[in-house]
């Protein structure tokens, strides 16, 4: 049985940080993309950051703020986010994505609440 389970998010002032992680099981996490999402009241969800064996990309609007790593030993994907602005509350979710020839797999986390205010 898949699981991602997310864990971290919380209610934090503005300049603060947090740290994301999303536990995986139930499948081989090292040949999956893993990316965060987000979604705040109103809006659609957007891709936030994903790592896939050696290479990262980010949103703009996050860059050089948030980090996102994974521990295949763990089966573990993180997202630390710095500098937090109110702009980054959201519902955080963890993907997981495999892409080949007849596959197309994804999983999602429950996701965690982030929310920046004062």
């Known amino acids: 049985q898949v699981q991602l389970v997310e864990s971290g998010g919380g209610l934090v002032q503005p300049g603060g940080s947090l740290r994301l992680s999303c536990a995986a099981s139930?499948?081989?996490?090292?040949?999956?993309?893993m990316r965060w999402y987000r979604q705040a009241p109103g809006k659609e969800r957007e891709l936030v950051a994903g790592i896939g064996s050696g290479s990262t990309t980010y949103v703009d609007s996050v860059k050089g703020r948030f980090i996102i790593s994974r521990d295949n030993a763990k089966n573990t994907v993180y997202l630390q986010m710095n500098s937090l602005k109110p702009e980054d509350t959201a519902v955080y979710y963890c993907?997981?994505?495999?892409?080949?020839?007849?596959?197309?797999?994804?999983?999602w986390g429950q996701g965690t609440q982030v929310t920046v205010s004062s």
């Open positions: 993907n997981a994505a495999r892409r080949g020839v007849g596959v197309r797999e994804d999983y």
């Open positions: 139930g499948f081989t996490f090292s040949n999956y993309v």
